[in-house]
């Protein structure tokens, strides 16, 4: 987007949402797609799927640097390519794209919670606490929450 339409939005206070996180494993090449999709694809340039969407990753940072709040978002269930408990992915593509990782989890976790108005999103004394915890270093490998070792929500354990 042009550096006038950021400052818009910006200036407007509009959270966006690149709704990122596809699993590659479930999403066909351009070449495989339907004919009439395919068409679409080409003609608004896209090619490559893989490079598309590390572009529109890449292309989030601009968003940031613009001081747009961003959430992350998976759009969930609405292709194969989507399913439901892959929003971690939003998350690895914004940090593959340029974010730091506390930024790129913050966009799923506390700034969504802000965006939606509610008081949640962090840790503090006397919350009751929704937790993920994960099987490594997520500063160092955010797929770890493709990984979760447990999960509080509310402060109650959820059963696996």
Known sequence: PPPALLARVADAGLTVCPTLGNDPSRFPPVSAM??????????????????????????????REHGIRVVSGLDAGAMPAKPHGHLWRSVAELVGGGWPVDEALATATSV????????????????????????GDLAADVTVLSRPLAVWVGGVAVER
């Open 34 to 63: 339907p004919p009439h999709v395919l068409e679409m694809l080409q003609r608004v340039g896209i090619t490559d799927r893989d490079e598309h969407f590390a572009r529109v990753a890449a292309n989030s940072v601009r968003l």
């Open 112 to 135: 969504a919670a802000d965006d939606c108005g509610i008081d949640a999103g962090r840790l503090a004394t006397g919350r009751l606490a929704d937790l993920l915890v994960v099987d």
